[in-house]
Every structure is written in structure tokens, then in C-alpha cells.
């Protein structure tokens, strides 16, 4: 089974900085496009951000739109999501998707999927 590692969460201050990464074990990105998504408790899982396979697409969801960057870096086979002014209502499980499609926001479109890595934004 083919899966994706997430890393870089914590517990962070409104108005901090964190940047999360996505790094495949046993497969390369450059094939696909990659999705950010996150769930917070008792809450759907929703797309915040995805990328194209060469970067030159990318889409965020209204809320982080301004204060989210994605990134992605074939040579690293890494996907990155810099994140900005954090608040608390960004608070949640963010996970890392690959997808053999296009770059969406839709869930369902994404074939293999990371465990998560937790976001909390408090003071």
C-alpha cells in the first residue's frame, strides 16, 4: 500500500507560522497531484490546498486564501503547505493526498492518503 508521511505540525499562537511537509515512502510525486486537507473535531474533512504535478496549478479554499502557500519540490519529492497567520479555527488533523487526476479540492478524487500530522493554534 502506497502511503504518504506528513510532518512539521504543533502547537502554535494565533498569528504564528507553520510549514507542513509531505514526503511519499516507497513511490515518487512527481505523477501526481497533491492535496493538503484537514479535520477538525466533529467536523468534515475539508480541502484547504492542492498542487499540480509540476506546480503550475494550485487552488486554496477561501479561508486560508492570502496565508497559505503550497510548494512542491520534485527533486525532494516533497509537497509543502507554508502557513501563515494562523488561527484558532485552523486548528486540526492535516493530511496529505496524491492524486493521478487534476488538481482539486474534492476529497474523493485523491487515491493514497498520510496519516496526519496535528495543527493547534492557542494561545
Known amino acids: 500500500q502506497l502511503q504518504l508521511v506528513e510532518s512539521g505540525g504543533g502547537l502554535v499562537q494565533p498569528g504564528g507560522s507553520l510549514r507542513l511537509s509531505c514526503a511519499p515512502s516507497?513511490?515518487?510525486?512527481?505523477?501526481?497531484?497533491i492535496g493538503w486537507f484537514r479535520q477538525a473535531p466533529g467536523k468534515e474533512r475539508e480541502g484547504v490546498s492542492c498542487?499540480?504535478?509540476?506546480?503550475?496549478?494550485?487552488k486554496y479554499t477561501d479561508s486560508v486564501k492570502g496565508r497559505f502557500i503550497i510548494s512542491r519540490d520534485n527533486a525532494k519529492n516533497t509537497v509543502y503547505l507554508q502557513m501563515n497567520s494562523l488561527k484558532p479555527e485552523d486548528t486540526g488533523v492535516y493530511y496529505c493526498?496524491?492524486?493521478?487526476?487534476?488538481?482539486?479540492?474534492?476529497?474523493?478524487?485523491?487515491?493514497?492518503w498520510g496519516q496526519g500530522t496535528q495543527v493547534t493554534v492557542s494561545s
Open positions: 493526498a496524491a492524486s493521478f487526476g487534476a488538481a482539486t479540492l474534492i476529497k474523493t478524487s485523491y487515491d493514497y
Open positions: 516507497r513511490f515518487t510525486l512527481n505523477n501526481y497531484a
Open positions: 498542487i499540480s504535478t509540476r506546480g503550475g496549478i494550485t
